[in-house]
T-cell receptor
Framework: DSGVTQTPKHLITATGQRVTLRCSPRSGDLSVYWYQQSLDQGLQFLIQYYNGEERAKGNILERFSAQQFPDLHSELNLSSLELGDSALYFC??????????????FGPGTRLTVL | DQQVKQNSPSLSVQEGRISILNCDYTNSMFDYFLWYKKYPAEGPTFLISISSIKDKNEDGRFTVFLNKSAKHLSLHIVPSQPGDSAVYFCAASSTVRGGSNYKLTFGKGTLLTVNP
């Protein structure tokens, strides 16, 4: 158990809909990362938050947005869903200290299926 | 453009023997490298990492070797055990000075099967 929790575990929805994925980082971790794993792709970085502020953006679609709240949990919002958005979405957290690299610890993921 | 490549989609070894998983990268800015293990229906689990200032890091049965000139790293598992059967991901990061932007760029993974 990495200490990172994600809800829900599975999500089935229809095209055009909007969903929210939730992540609670490990206790004390300030950085939260979101990754997408599609069938034919590896893990793709989407976005990072550090202590409530957006820190880095990857190949995140404009239909997707995220935020990190004062209690450090994060939500990933996916809207106008398309079939191609079906994937595993992982959240990871790290301590985020500036002095050195910190390993990222991953949650169990949310499997999104868009029908 | 795949900046981190794992050219072997799968690898099968006998229990007790050595498993060698390989990874190549193209981005010279990468200076920190990690290996993650992933079981089905679970998130990736951190295994071992190496900074670009080193060429080897060892942790129990796991050793990672880094060859910067060749932009190549490998993970050695000795001895291999059936419980090691999983997908192994190589990941790389570029530590940006002055920030905590440590996003990971992943390879597509290698499925390791350790046969009893």
């Amino acid at each position: 158990d990495s200490g990172v929790t994600q809800t829900p575990k599975h999500l089935i929805t229809a095209t055009g809909q909007r969903v929210t994925l939730r992540c609670s980082p490990r206790s004390g971790d300030l950085s939260v990362y979101w990754y997408q794993q599609s069938l034919d792709q590896g893990l793709q970085f989407l976005i990072q938050y550090y202590n409530g502020e957006e820190r880095a953006k990857g190949n995140i679609l404009e239909r997707f947005s995220a935020q990190q709240f004062p209690d450090l949990h994060s939500e990933l919002n996916l809207s106008s869903l398309e079939l191609g958005d079906s994937a595993l979405y992982f959240c990871a957290s790290s301590t985020g200290t500036l002095s050195s690299y910190n390993e990222q610890f991953f949650g169990p993921g949310t499997r999104l299926t868009v029908l | 453009d795949q900046q981190v490549k794992q050219n072997s989609p799968s690898l099968s070894v006998q229990e007790g023997r050595i498993s060698i998983l390989n990874c190549d990268y193209t981005n010279s800015m990468f200076d920190y490298f990690l290996w993650y293990k992933k079981y089905p229906a679970e998130g990736p689990t951190f295994l071992i990492s190496i900074s670009s200032i080193k060429d080897k890091n060892e942790d129990g049965r796991f050793t990672v070797f880094l060859n910067k000139s060749a932009k190549h790293l490998s993970l050695h598992i000795v001895p291999s055990q059936p419980g090691d059967s999983a997908v192994y991901f190589c990941a790389a990061s570029s530590t940006v000075r002055g920030g905590s932007n440590y996003k990971l760029t992943f390879g597509k993974g290698t499925l390791l099967t350790v046969n009893p």
